[in-house]
């Protein structure tokens, strides 16, 4: 069973930075993607970013120049580090991994941290 924890979610000022943090563990050979996803109340969730785990990115438009998505390999973890904030990114922020699992991956989701963006 892989478990993802996140971290550093919280309250800050428009125009301001957080970073999350995202920790996968449990029996991991390797894992494939792994990224963010968010959901503000009452609308659908929805991919930030994505890193693969060659490093390759992908963004979501509403956050290309503001956020930034990083991994460590070693330590089956990885980063968002949100620069620039806006109100319109208040949400709960999920990590979420492809954990490859014999011939195929298995996808697994974090619990969720609250990013709200307020003055």
């Known amino acids: 069973q892989v478990q993802l924890v996140e971290s550093g979610g919280g309250l800050v000022q428009p125009g301001g930075s957080l970073r999350l943090s995202c920790a996968a563990s449990?029996?991991?050979?390797?894992?494939?993607?792994m990224g963010w996803y968010r959901q503000a109340p009452g609308k659908q969730r929805e991919v930030v970013a994505v890193?693969?785990?060659?490093?390759?990115?992908n963004y979501a438009d509403s956050v290309k120049g503001r956020f930034t998505i990083s991994r460590d390999n070693a330590k089956n973890t990885v980063y968002l580090q949100m620069n620039s904030l806006k109100p319109e990114d208040t949400a709960v922020y999920y990590c979420?991994?492809?954990?490859?699992?014999?011939?195929?991956?298995?996808?697994?989701w974090g619990q969720g941290t609250q990013v709200t963006v307020s003055s």
């Open positions: 449990g029996s991991i050979f390797s894992i494939n993607v």
């Open positions: 979420y991994a492809v954990v490859v699992e014999g011939s195929h991956g298995r996808d697994y």
């Open positions: 890193i693969t785990s060659g490093g390759s990115t």
